[in-house]
Structure formats: C-alpha cells, structure tokens
Nanobody, 121 residues
C-alpha cells in the first residue's frame, strides 16, 4: 500500500508563491506516475499537473502553465508542486495522487488527504 501526505498549503495573497510537498510511504514510488489535483468548493476535482516516473515528461493544465512546476525526488520518495504568481482562482484543496500504470485520473489509485490553499485578492 502507498500512503501519501501533502503539506505546504496555506493562506497567501495574489502574486505570492507556495511549494507543496507530497511525502510517500509504504513503498517506493519511483516507478509510479504521480499527479496533483485540486478541488474548489462546489466544483469537481481537476488535474493541475502530472509527471512520469523518471520525470522525463510533465503535463500541466492550461490554467497553470507558466506558473506551476511539478517535480519529484525519487530518492526522497517525494512529489513537489512549485506554485508562483498565485491567483484567487487557484484556491482549493490540493491532492497528491499516484498510480502504477498511468497518469489518467482513473489510473491513479492512491490519494492523499489534501492540503488547503487559499489565495486572497
């Protein structure tokens, strides 16, 4: 079993930066696809960014391109999300996820509990 714990969320102002971390335990996730999702109140959970096991390929949602960067440190079993130039519409609960066989939502079968990010205008 893979356990994921997110950290780094908080209350910031528009234009600020935050770095989210997702620590994995239970087993090594170096061969897992991993992703960040977010969910705003009253909205569906949406993809923010995803990354292949060897960090060779990343994919960001259009709404965060040029502002957010996903990365991973397989030696530390940790996933990161660097968020710059935050906007109020980035507010939500951010979830880390992992899957052995792909990076589409239905293939990500391990999820963290989430960390709240609130961006004030």
């Amino acid at each position: 079993q893979v356990y994921l714990v997110e950290s780094g969320g908080g209350l910031v102002q528009a234009g600020d930066s935050l770095r989210l971390s997702c620590a994995a335990s239970g087993r090594a996730v170096s061969d897992y696809f991993m992703a960040w999702f977010r969910q705003a109140p009253g909205k569906e959970r949406e993809l923010v960014a995803r990354i292949t096991p060897n960090s060779g390929t990343t994919d960001n949602a259009d709404s965060v391109k040029g502002r957010f960067t996903i990365s991973r440190d397989n030696a530390k079993n940790t996933l990161y999300l660097q968020m710059n130039d935050l906007k109020p519409e980035d507010t939500g609960v951010y979830y880390c996820s992992a899957g052995r066989y792909g990076w589409f939502k239905e293939q990500l079968d391990h999820w963290g509990q989430g960390t709240q990010v609130t961006v004030s205008s």
